[in-house]
């Protein structure tokens, strides 16, 4: 019978293993230019993990079964958790700030949304132990530095940030506890794809606040830069304090060379309950897909789950709306296979020499190809060409008696007699 | 609370994801060097994929539970079926002979062995839809090539290859189906690790053969290299084609230059039901360890599992076994963090222009840290050194003044002064 993966989960032929090799590349690549040391963990850990970090709510959407030994466990749903975990186990001997970096696979079993993939790949971007903005500053930067590094300017994707603490003194969550504070949240998450008297029902209704300050809170939102909110609130030091740090923030992005991709956006607060400082989303500028990345400061997470108390500050970036955003606009490198030399044989009796050969170029690091079966010259032609060979070598017996090669560009289509010992000794 | 890895599932620090990307790395560098393309699949499958090409027993053996659309999956333990599923689905529009590679991590559920590892990762390299005996040297070559380029030579491991065609032409199995021909090689294989005698009561009993042939069976292995193979066999046409077929494996292996690496030995010939053709397992030659990789030529799997006939010959060669080798030979890189440059502010006015050098540097591909919070200069030179700096540049209040820079290397202690325009324009 013929067998498909199952829902939601991708098959990465050559020309798909490409595209995902592109930018799991760019990601290790810049990670490393900033420093970052990249980690992994099990793709399988014990279900409590995440429910002690999200709620039993998590289950809902997690890969989770109980194992033949009986216990409760999950795919990773996300790498935080693993990060707290492991960075808690080792606390001490880790040279802080601890700048690590992982490209996981994730998996989510969402019942209700069956188009969507159950799976992707994540650029986890993490500094741990420290609380300076200009942590915060360094790693948004590095998640920009990437997108560039793929083609997009700050015409194709801006970064919008915001700090939870600058919303707090605010007023935001005045007098409720943490849990109207995330309700909140959450209802000012969706101010730009929603009416605003459905947010201010949302406020009423859900986060449970008064009519008057849900107006209040809503009025907060009417200033669109730090300039104006900095006349508006000027009077309040701790509103000060913050928008200083903000400033900040934006100042050194733009040291960086990255002023272009980001804006403050009082806005974004992202759903999740653990940030506790800066948050920002990247999204395409035509707004056409969902966001890029996320992430921010979430200084509490590592005394909750681990037990170690460290400031940290990262972000997530999947490589599914990436993909198609660098696809729309044509910025995926074409996929073609490639070979250095293809070497023809004339007749079989040419093989041990043409192995030979392909031995010694290989031993220098060239990618070579050969064909495996018997076939005529022309065939074999027709098969280099279609490997994407840069250049042939054909072994025939009179050029062979005469101790030489014919090599041929496949470009140019130029070609001329090669002495063979060329090929077997030092040099190419 | 401390949470753990579960059990056999190990965390990947820095030095740990070193070692695993060192030996990825290489396995993929040599991968291209001889023509073949990754792909990927999903770690998830359906559980009846494994079940349909390796019978009911090895659920045993399996990550495998019954996921929230009441489908049976499973964690996938090879990378074989999932290839045969991809393949089949799109055999026409491949060309062949298709030569693919995959890095996939495999995951075992064994009960019993509770000290073993429950996932590794494995090197897959497959040729599909050739029967010349030249694929099968240009596989077991891959996988040599990459021994040789993580630094172990033939004096270190050692390749040994046999045919089953040659077994079966040498009389094992005759008369008997292919539960007891399977039965056989599961008595062999054990051959070299359990006394004669043992092995022959395990043909009797198990197998089920009689005495006699059971000693005719064992006096094959009295043979131990073609020559001495064909003057006890050679009246025989159809064994002789075989030794033939045999000797120009070997000899095409000596070609690629991997002749040091490689031993007939009619012992191998695998536990697995499968193959059908050339076998080999390659070993540490002092024997300490268990099989670094094994491999051979399976050409009915493909029509068996995916309804398409190609016959095929690959290998898998995990991460574990060929790590313990490469650790105890001394053969694996220090793990070192490493940084082009480190950049130290004496006072936090220098902060904005350090940045920019930082951006500048980056931007033209170089690795660059820098103190995040202010410390004094003696603290982040001492930072610099720990993260592995090679160069620091050192910007003062007084030498920026002068449009200067302060540029030490790290290994010599060289030191000199640099105008500012040289680290923030073009040239390095």
């Known amino acids: ?58 289950v809902g959407q997690l890969y989770n079964f109980v194992d033949k030994g009986e216990r409760a466990v999950a795919l990773r749903p996300e790498m935080t958790p693993t990060l707290a975990r492991r960075v808690a186990a080792r606390a001490a ?20 949304q069956r188009g969507r993939l159950r799976e992707h790949f994540q650029w986890n971007v993490d500094i741990l132990g420290e609380e300076a903005v200009a942590a915060d500053a360094e790693v948004l930067a590095v998640a920009l530095a990437a ?28 007098g409720g506890g943490a849990d109207r504070l ?25 986060a449970g606040i008064g009519a008057t300050v849900a107006d209040a809170v ?19 030091e701790s509103v000060l304090r913050e928008l200083d740090r903000l400033e900040a923030y934006g100042a050194q992005l733009a040291r960086l060379g990255f002023g272009a991709y980001t804006a403050f956006d009082p806005t974004i607060v992202r759903g999740l309950a653990y940030y506790t400082g800066t948050v920002f989303e990247i999204f395409d500028r035509r707004g056409e897909l969902r966001a890029i990345c996320g992430g921010g400061r979430y200084d509490n ?25 660098l696809a729309e606009r044509g910025l995926l490198p074409a996929h073609r296979p490639r070979a250095d030399y293809y070497l023809i044989a004339v007749t079989e009796a040419e093989r041990p020499v043409l192995l030979q050969v392909a031995g010694a170029l290989r031993a220098r690091g060239a990618a070579v190809l050969y064909g495996l079966k018997h076939a005529n010259v022309g065939k074999q032609f027709k098969d280099a060409d279609a ?14 008696a005469a101790g030489q090669v014919v090599h041929r560009v496949m470009g140019t289509g130029e070609e001329r007699r090669t002495p063979l010992s060329e090929w077997l000794g030092g040099g190419a």
Do not use: C
Request: charged fraction near 30%; glycine fraction near 10%; avoid cysteine.
């Open 147 to 174: 997108l560039q590094a793929l083609g997009l300017t700050g015409d194709d994707v801006v970064a919008r940030y915001n700090d939870r603490r600058l919303l707090e003194r605010l007023g935001l969550g005045a």
């Open 218 to 236: 809503l009025a907060i939102f009417q200033y669109r830069d730090l300039a104006e909110l900095r006349l508006a609130f000027g009077k309040s």
């Open 387 to 400: 490997r994407g060979a840069r250049e042939v070598l054909v072994f025939g017996p009179e050029e062979l």
């Open 93 to 112: 001997g880790l040279r802080k700030p601890i700048r690590w970096f992982s490209v996981p696979q994730l998996f989510r079993y969402e019942r209700t």
């Open 182 to 206: 995330l309700a909140t949240y959450l209802a000012i998450d969706k101010l730009t794809r929603e009416p605003r008297e459905v947010i201010r029902d949302r406020l009423v209704s859900v």
């Open 1 to 58: 019978m013929l067998h498909k993966a199952l829902p939601g989960f991708r098959d990465f032929y050559p020309p798909e293993f490409a595209v995902r090799s592109h930018i799991t590349g760019v990601w290790r690549e810049i990670a490393h230019r900033f420093g970052f040391e990249e980690y992994d963990g099990p793709p399988l850990e014990a279900l409590e993990l995440y429910v002690e970090k999200s709620g039993e709510e998590i």
């Open 301 to 325: 997470l590592l005394r909750n789950i681990g037990a170690v108390s460290l400031p940290a500050v990262g972000f997530g970036m999947g490589d599914v709306v990436l993909g198609e955003l």
